[in-house]
Structure formats: structure tokens, C-alpha cells
């Protein structure tokens, strides 16, 4: 049986794609499958996809030279056939018009399926009536704007029927927008066996993910966790996902002043290697129309407390056993719902092990074999007779190129435009189009769909997974299917000298895996990046980025560390390979903490095994340029390796001699030779840089001109920031 998804963009990030990917493989292991994304904007998916499942973009607006489709004409003219009152409308158009209906006419797969109202209208309106044609609603169907239920109302008719991902969205359906023998039913989405070992919940983090939008609620959550904090103030809270609200919640978390216990992390994919760092996941939406993160920190043993919103949390969970349901737009009670499992391990491990079970629920091959149930339902109704259950042989129809398509529609475009407003239109979503019996959209031309591309980061070539151990041993685990060669190497290359290699043994492990151990602990991976091969043959292969699990590297700070100090950080760089970010200091200064006060900054940290004992810890600033500055400042210590600063900034704004100037900080200890640069480097992140933001303080200069030297007084901002190799320095910049 084939079975083909219609996305809107398959290369993008969010609930609707992952689940589709996940249905997609489950079935691909007895069909075939193929995803058809309307819109291609980028080289590969963000998600891996496995090759099984065949990737058909229809328009391709990747950034020059490869997106042929940007200066089509068509793309710039509205689209007719998608209603206005939908979402995405304006990110339809003409040309999306005619490769959705060229695609639909021309299919010869037995099952389609829309995965958004606007697809799936078109799924019932010019699909073949040879398909089961099949509505996926991953949205609540309460917010669907009016005028696209009432599109519904008149199109779902020809759908064969319409799924839902909860049992509370089916109801709200068929009661709001009743369709007459339309079978409509929930079958949730499926969530995979992560690829790690699930979380023992004994660290002290609470992680959250998702899109930073207004009703996912991430205000709640900041200001909950400020509660939390005055009575578990060793606790973190890790934010993950990119979005509007980004500049919202920074300057929230700022103005709350915890900026060094929350930290918004931008976005990761795959999350589960982050999922297991936690010990509490958190959700704070005012609704959620399933919870896709909610099933994948369950997947991965971590309980959850979340609002008990509509419509798929109070489905997922079951209150006491695998997490807490609290009251929708509750600070308070959110705040004791995370209090409840922090203070409580013994609950909160045994909650995370109930949700590693009853998770299992959700694995998408359950899910899969209730989709294959509901077609051979289907097909027994309408005496439909597709090769259900057996996997097609791999033959398929030529679907020609992406510059193929651009051409053809180009030469199309005009007639397409002068037809689309001719006689014999009728109305439908409010926009006129062609008379049926006519290819809406379409020039007398065919247009045929891109070229399908197998979007697998990493298929074709090795992938590394790594491990870190709270010794800091770190394991690369390297997978290349049909690779067998015992004299392989794990090749390190320092990424500013393409001559510095370090090699380890790459062996079998019985498992259709190779594992090497990297040298951290011999000196031979010196400060720096190092990029990550596999040698064979003479030859160097870069390893693609896979599952990172470095939950050991989140608490590895409050050991005690011996002398020198060596951190390695594997990280998958922007292009998605292996990469590690190695320091190795002779001496070391960890920050712990900055707050900014009135007088300046507080500054906590360890002067790593090195204890003050009587000796009184010194912070140096030291001007970074041509001019020869620094200013010394005495703290405190209790006599261990712990030190603690006031640094006022009247001193650095006084004495400025530029309107742009940077201090870099140094640690030492009274009357002792030498000093550590002040870093943030013992931590499972390679790069801060971006994601940990520290507020500024204001100053005024009230230096008289007559004093000053090049620059006058008024108004200073002065800015704590994480350096790109992770050390703290100051910013200190003139306003006016």
C-alpha cells in the first residue's frame, strides 16, 4: 500500500512535523510511504528522516541558488484556493495552488493524508476518489477560525475521515462542525523509543520545550520558578525553543533577577539527549491540542507537572502516578506542583519510572497499526482493494526536477492568470476559480513535483554519538552501515591547524557499531575545537553529529576537581557535525553566579583546588587593547577554593578612554604568584555565548568635561558577557 502525507514544510521545527515523520517511519516498515512538503526551505529536513520514507518537495524557495521557485511570478500572487481565514494563508499562493493540485490529480498513492485543515481541503477536493482520503487535525478544532469550519462543513464530505489527536478535540468536532457520514475519531500521535538510557531524575533540573509563543505560557512558568527558587535555590530551569517571545522572556527573567538559574536555550534537535538532564519537565500552556512534549519527556522517564489545559494533557497524564496536573494560569499552584517533586526524590523517581511505562502507549508503531485498521476499515466500506499490509515493490512514476517544475510553471504563469478570472468560475473559500472540469490553477502544461530528496542528515556517511562520564572519559559511538574495516581510526583535527590530529582506536562493539574513547586525559587534546573523522583507507571522514548524552557533564562542577583542569564538550557544529570544544588550564576560575546591585556586581565562583585558606582572594580587571589598565578588588572566601566579590564600576567609567570598551577578569589569590582567567567552562554547553544573557547597569558619569579625557560625562551601560570561548568579560559603552 502506498501511503502519502501532504505537509505544509517538512524542513521546519514543530509538533506537526515530528509526529508526521514518526507515523511515516512506523509505516514505511510495511508500505510505502512518501512525504510531500508543500514548501522546501532548506537543504535537509532539521529531523532525521529515515530512507525508507521518500521526501517530495513541491515548491523550492531554499536561499539563492538553489531556491528556483523565489522568482516564479505565481509565488507572488494570493493563493484562490486556500481560505483567507486559515492560519497559514498568506504563506500560500498561486504557485502552491498549482503544484498542490497538479500533485493530487497525479498521485497513484492508495491512501492521502492533509495534515492541516487548508491541505486537507484540497485533499478532499482533488484527490483521486481511487484514495482513502484522510484528515489529520493537529490543531484544536476550537480554534479554527469560523470561516475555515465552514469550509469543512461543505468539502470533509469527500473525506473519508477525520483524525484527531484527543478524544476531547474528536467530540468538540463532531459537535461544532457536525459533517454528514463523516467518520471522525482520535488516535494520538506516536513518540519513538528515545535512542539514550531514560533519566534517573537525581539531578536538579527542570526542563521545558517548545515554541516561545504567548499561550505556551513560558511567563507562568519564569515566575512559578522564581517561587521555587527561595526555597530550592540550587535548582535550574532550562527553556528550550526559539520564537517571538524570546525578547519577552529574557527581559523577564532579568527583571526577576535569575538570570543565573533560568536560561533559554534556543533550539535543539533531537531534544532527548536534553530531556534526560531533567528531573521535572514542565508545561504551562493555556491550551495544548495534544502535548508532543509531554509524551517525549515521558518517553525519556521524566515526570511531568503541567496545567491540566485543554485538551491532551489531562489525556496523557494520569494525575499522582506519572506526573501532577495544576489549575491553567496558576502561579501558585504551579510553583508547589514543581516544589512537590523536588523536595520529594523518592516520588519524583518513582513518577519518572511510571511515565517510562506508561508511555509506552504512544509508540508509533501502536499508533501505526491503528492507522493501517482504520484504512482496511475504510477500504472494506467502500470496496476499495489497495495491497494493504504488503510492502510495493520501489518502482515509482518519474516526478521530474525542481528546475523542470520552475520552468514549466514560469511558461504557464500567464496563461494561468488570464484563465483564472475567465467565465464560468463558481466560489469557493470567498476567491473565484476555474469551472469544474477544468486543472485549477494549472496551465495547459503539466507541472510535475520536485525531485524527491531523502532528507537524512548523516545518510551515507558515519554518525557519532558520544556519552560523558562524570569522570570525564568521554565514548564516541560511530555508526556507518556496511563500514567494516578493523583498522579504522577516530581521527580529532584541531580546527585552526588542519595538521594537528590525534587518532584512537575505533573498535567493534558486536553490535554493528564502532567505539573509540577519546585521549581527554592525556594532554593531546589541547585547548581549542576539534573536529571529529573516521580514518579508512587514508582517507578522513567527517562524522556527522548524533545523540550527545552528556547529562554527567551538568553537575560535574561541584566535584572536587584536581589540577590542571580538562573539560571536553562534544557539540554538533551549525552544519550538524561532531565536533568537541576542549579546554585544558593549569589554573582555573569558575563562575558560579553575577547579580547586578546598585554598587555594581556580585561574583561568585571556585578558584578550582586551589583553597584560599588565610589568604584573601583577588579579582583584577584588566583592560583588553592598547591601554595598560586594571583595577584590583579583595573578596572573601570561607577558606576553601570559593571566592566572593562586590566589583563596583564607577572606577571602569571613570577612566574610560573609548565609547566602546572591554575588561577581562582574572582570580587570584593574596601575595601568591599567578591568576586564573574567570570562565564558565565547567558545564555540558560548548558555547554560552548567546544563550546566557546578563542584564546591564545603567550609570551616569557625572565627571566634569574639564576632567574628562577623550570622553565626556553621561550616560554609561555596563554589560556582564560570556566571551566565545566562554570566558566572562565587561562591556563598557558610552550611551550618549
Known sequence: MKIAFLVHNIYGIGGTVRTVINL???????????????????ETSLFDISPNVRVTPLIDIRPEPDGVDRDN??????????????????????????????????TDADVVIGTRPSLALLVAEYAPDSAVR???????????????????????????????????????????TPVSGLRVLCIPNGVPVPRITPADCSGRTVVAAGRLIDWKRYDLLIHAFARVLREAPDWKLRIYGSGAERGALTALIQDLGIYNSVTLMGSVSPMEAEWVKGSIAAVASDFEPFGMTLVEAMRCGVPVV???????????????????????????????????????????????????????????????????ALIAEICAERDLSPSAGTRRATTRRASGSVVAAAAA?????????????????????GRAVRAAGTKVGLGSDPVSPATPSTAVPGSGVPVGGCVAARSGAVAVTVEWPGFEDDDAKLVCRERTNRKAKVRAALRPNGQGRFEALLPVSTGKLYEGRWDL?????????????GIRDLRELVLLDERTMELPVRRHVPYATLDGFLAVRAWVRDRHAEMTAIQVCDEGFRIEGRLVAEPFGEQRPILTVRSRGEHDLDFRFEGSSSGGDDFRFLLPVEQLVEVRLRKHEDWDLWISRAGVPGEARLARVLTDMADLKGIQVYPSLGWVDDTPPELAHDIPGGAVRIRPYVAQTNEISLNVVDRA
Not at 78 to 90: T, W, Y
Not at 148 to 161: F, G, N
Not at 341 to 365: T, Y
Not at 421 to 427: A, E, F, H, K, S
Open 134 to 176: 484522510l484528515a489529520q487535525e493537529h490543531m484544536s478544532h476550537t480554534a479554527v477560525p469560523n470561516g475555515t469550519r465552514a469550509a469543512i462543513a461543505r468539502l470533509y464530505k469527500r473525506i473519508d475521515a477525520a483524525v484527531t489527536v484527543t478524544e476531547a478535540d474528536a467530540e468538540s468536532f463532531r459537535t461544532t
Open 409 to 429: 510553471a514560469a511558461a504557464a504563469s500567464s496563461r494561468v492568470t488570464a484563465t483564472a478570472t475567465q467565465g464560468g468560475v463558481r466560489r469557493l473559500f
Open 533 to 545: 573523522f573516521v580514518e579508512t583507507g587514508g582517507k578522513l571522514h567527517r562524522l556527522r553529529a
Open 73 to 106: 511570478p505565481l509565488y507572488a500572487e494570493r493563493s484562490r484556493l486556500v481560505p483567507p481565514s486559515e492560519e497559514f494563508f498568506l504563506q500560500y499562493n498561486a504557485l502552491s495552488d498549482q503544484r498542490i493540485v497538479e500533485y493530487l490529480r497525479s
Open 24 to 42: 511515516a517511519e512506523a509505516l514505511s516498515a510495511r508500505h510505502e510511504v512518501e512525504i510531500v512538503s508543500v514548501y522546501r526551505r532548506l
Open 306 to 372: 503541567s496545567t491540566a489545559c485543554p485538551d491532551g494533557p489531562p489525556e496523557i497524564l494520569n494525575h499522582g502516578e506519572d506526573g501532577l496536573l495544576v489549575p491553567v494560569g496558576d502561579i501558585a499552584g504551579f510553583a508547589a506542583g514543581l516544589l512537590e517533586l523536588i523536595q520529594d526524590e523518592d516520588k519524583r523517581r518513582r513518577m519518572g519510572r511510571a511515565a517510562l511505562q506508561n508511555s509506552r502507549r504512544f509508540d508509533p508503531d501502536v499508533v501505526a497499526r491503528r492507522y493501517e
